[in-house]
């Protein structure tokens, strides 16, 4: 993943300085937005093929690895316009199909742990770092053309690798690409809503990213320089935070982030200072991709097409930033502080409305990892979590009934403590956060999980929703 990040970023940057060559300053914004647009056919391309063509994905990999080798040079090399033109298309659709691999890998690996933002974080951080020594290392053309190369069929490689390995319980994992169970409603609401967030945040970022390409295309800043390396530490924070936060804290983040991004903005507009500008959209940048990476991951696991989810905030954020580049350098350029103040506005409005509402703060693609302590990360155990969502609302007996009786022989039958009976109730009768049923019974959110942990074990289960669903069960059957 980190190597992906790297060869996305760096392509982007070195088909920025050639579009500037070769049309000027004031097309390389748009033309990058093209190319992020193009990148969508293969975030889209793959999961297809991976349903469609199951037999032939490691043939289209290496057919793809070989296009995008050949397209970075065609696009390094290139003279003319057409040809420039033509291979970044092929070059951008290539590195999107490369990286759904990756982002899949990763969400299968991380999508129901504790510290899958943290993993995102590290990555996207690597690929940063990695990114900047290529800049201060390997000036001219001909060096970058053999990293890029390298790094793409280091890629590529590491995929094939992966796709023979096993995944935790001995499944291999081009044999978890099942269409799987349907969306749940709740799945989908929060697909909606993180579409709108994402769509509005990317309005904000891609106008300020907008200006600070033209400033870097008419050498008015490097953005290959050291302002770029703010990308690392907003990155790791956000990964360190958005893990231990609850939904709505994460949401509120985001505006905060956006604000403070829609200021630099204005900032830049106002040649006040390039630097300053580029330092917060880095800030906001490392913190914006760590989440529409993370949220979309964790979403997958309860969506139909496991493979075509994880990157899908990657498809978004680069739809959102073609569509949204060429007003933003209209707005710009006009210098109408009007329209700019109406937009901004706007997508903060739209950024709040998504994430803020209280109907989408407990959905389960963002909800904390923590509260599914002993979820497997097969994807088949996912689908498994949502059918007993259905069959927990099945076999609830009425509120009114009373729990004490039946719970006292359900603990007495497994062995439970009266702490664990404890804990046990409060899950059958609080529809809350972790957080707020560790507050209910005076208990630390790590005690709260040693304890959900036990009580799994003594009882054969292997999560929070699994654990009521059982106790229903039990107690029909009883």
């Not at 200021?263 to 390039?274: D, E, K, Q, S």
């Not at 407990?362 to 990360?377: F, L, S, T, V, Y």
């Not at 560790?438 to 799994?456: K, V």
């Amino acid at each position: 993943m980190a190597l992906f990040f790297f060869v996305f970023l760096t392509s982007t940057f070195i088909f920025d300085e050639h579009a500037a060559l070769l049309f000027g300053p004031s097309l390389v914004s748009p033309l990058e937005s093209l190319m992020l647009g193009s990148s969508v056919i293969g975030f889209i391309l793959r999961p297809y093929l991976c349903y469609r063509l199951p037999t032939r994905r490691h043939d289209v990999s290496t057919l793809i690895g070989t296009l995008a080798v050949a397209a970075i040079v065609v696009t390094i090399m290139a003279r003319r316009t057409w040809v420039f033109l033509a291979g970044g298309i092929v070059l951008f659709a290539a590195l999107g199909y490369i990286g759904s691999a990756a982002h899949s890998f990763l969400a299968r690996r991380y999508a129901k742990t504790s510290y899958l933002a943290r993993a995102v974080a590290i990555t996207y951080a690597l690929g940063i770092v990695f990114q900047f020594i290529f800049h201060i290392l390997v000036p001219g053309d001909m060096p970058n053309q053999i990293v890029l190369v390298l790094s793409t069929l280091a890629v590529v490689t590491l995929l094939h690798a992966i796709a023979e390995t096993k995944a935790p319980g001995g499944v291999a994992w081009q044999d978890l690409s099942t269409m799987g169970a349907a969306s749940t409603p709740a799945a989908r609401e929060t697909a909606v809503r993180l579409a709108v967030a994402i769509f509005c945040l990317t309005g904000v970022f891609a106008a300020l990213n907008s200006a600070l390409t033209l400033s870097h295309a008419s050498n008015a800043i490097d953005l290959g320089s050291w302002p770029r390396l703010f990308l690392v530490p907003s990155a790791l924070a956000a990964g360190i935070l958005f893990d231990k936060l609850d939904t709505r804290r994460v949401g509120m983040i985001m505006t905060a982030v956006a604000m403070f991004s829609a200021c630099a903005l204005f900032i830049l507009i106002g040649n006040v200072g390039i630097r300053a500008s580029a330092i917060v959209f880095y800030l906001g940048s490392g913190v914006f991709v760590v989440f529409f990476t993370t949220t979309y991951m964790k979403l997958s696991a309860h969506m139909r097409m496991h493979e075509l989810w994880p990157s899908m905030g990657r498809v978004f954020n680069n739809i959102g930033s073609m569509l949204v580049s060429a007003p933003a350098i209209a707005l710009v350029d006009d210098g109408n502080p009007l329209g700019m103040i109406i937009a901004t506005v706007v997508l903060l409005a739209g950024v709040a409305a998504s994430l803020l509402s209280s109907s989408g703060t407990k959905q389960i693609g963002c909800e904390n990892p923590h509260e599914n302590p002993r979820a497997d990360i097969n994807t088949e155990n996912m689908s498994q979590q949502d059918d007993a969502r259905s069959s927990e609302a099945a076999s609830t007996p009425p509120a009114a009934l009373s729990l004490e009786e039946p719970l006292e022989r359900f603990c007495r039958a497994y062995s439970l403590t009266p702490r664990e009976g404890d804990v046990v109730r409060a899950l059958l009768t609080m529809d809350d956060s972790v957080s707020d049923i560790a507050s209910a019974l005076f208990l630390s959110r790590s005690t709260l999980y040693r304890l959900i942990a036990s009580i799994n074990k003594k009882t054969g289960t292997a999560s929070r929703t699994a654990l009521i669903t059982f106790f229903w069960t039990w107690y029909n059957a009883s």
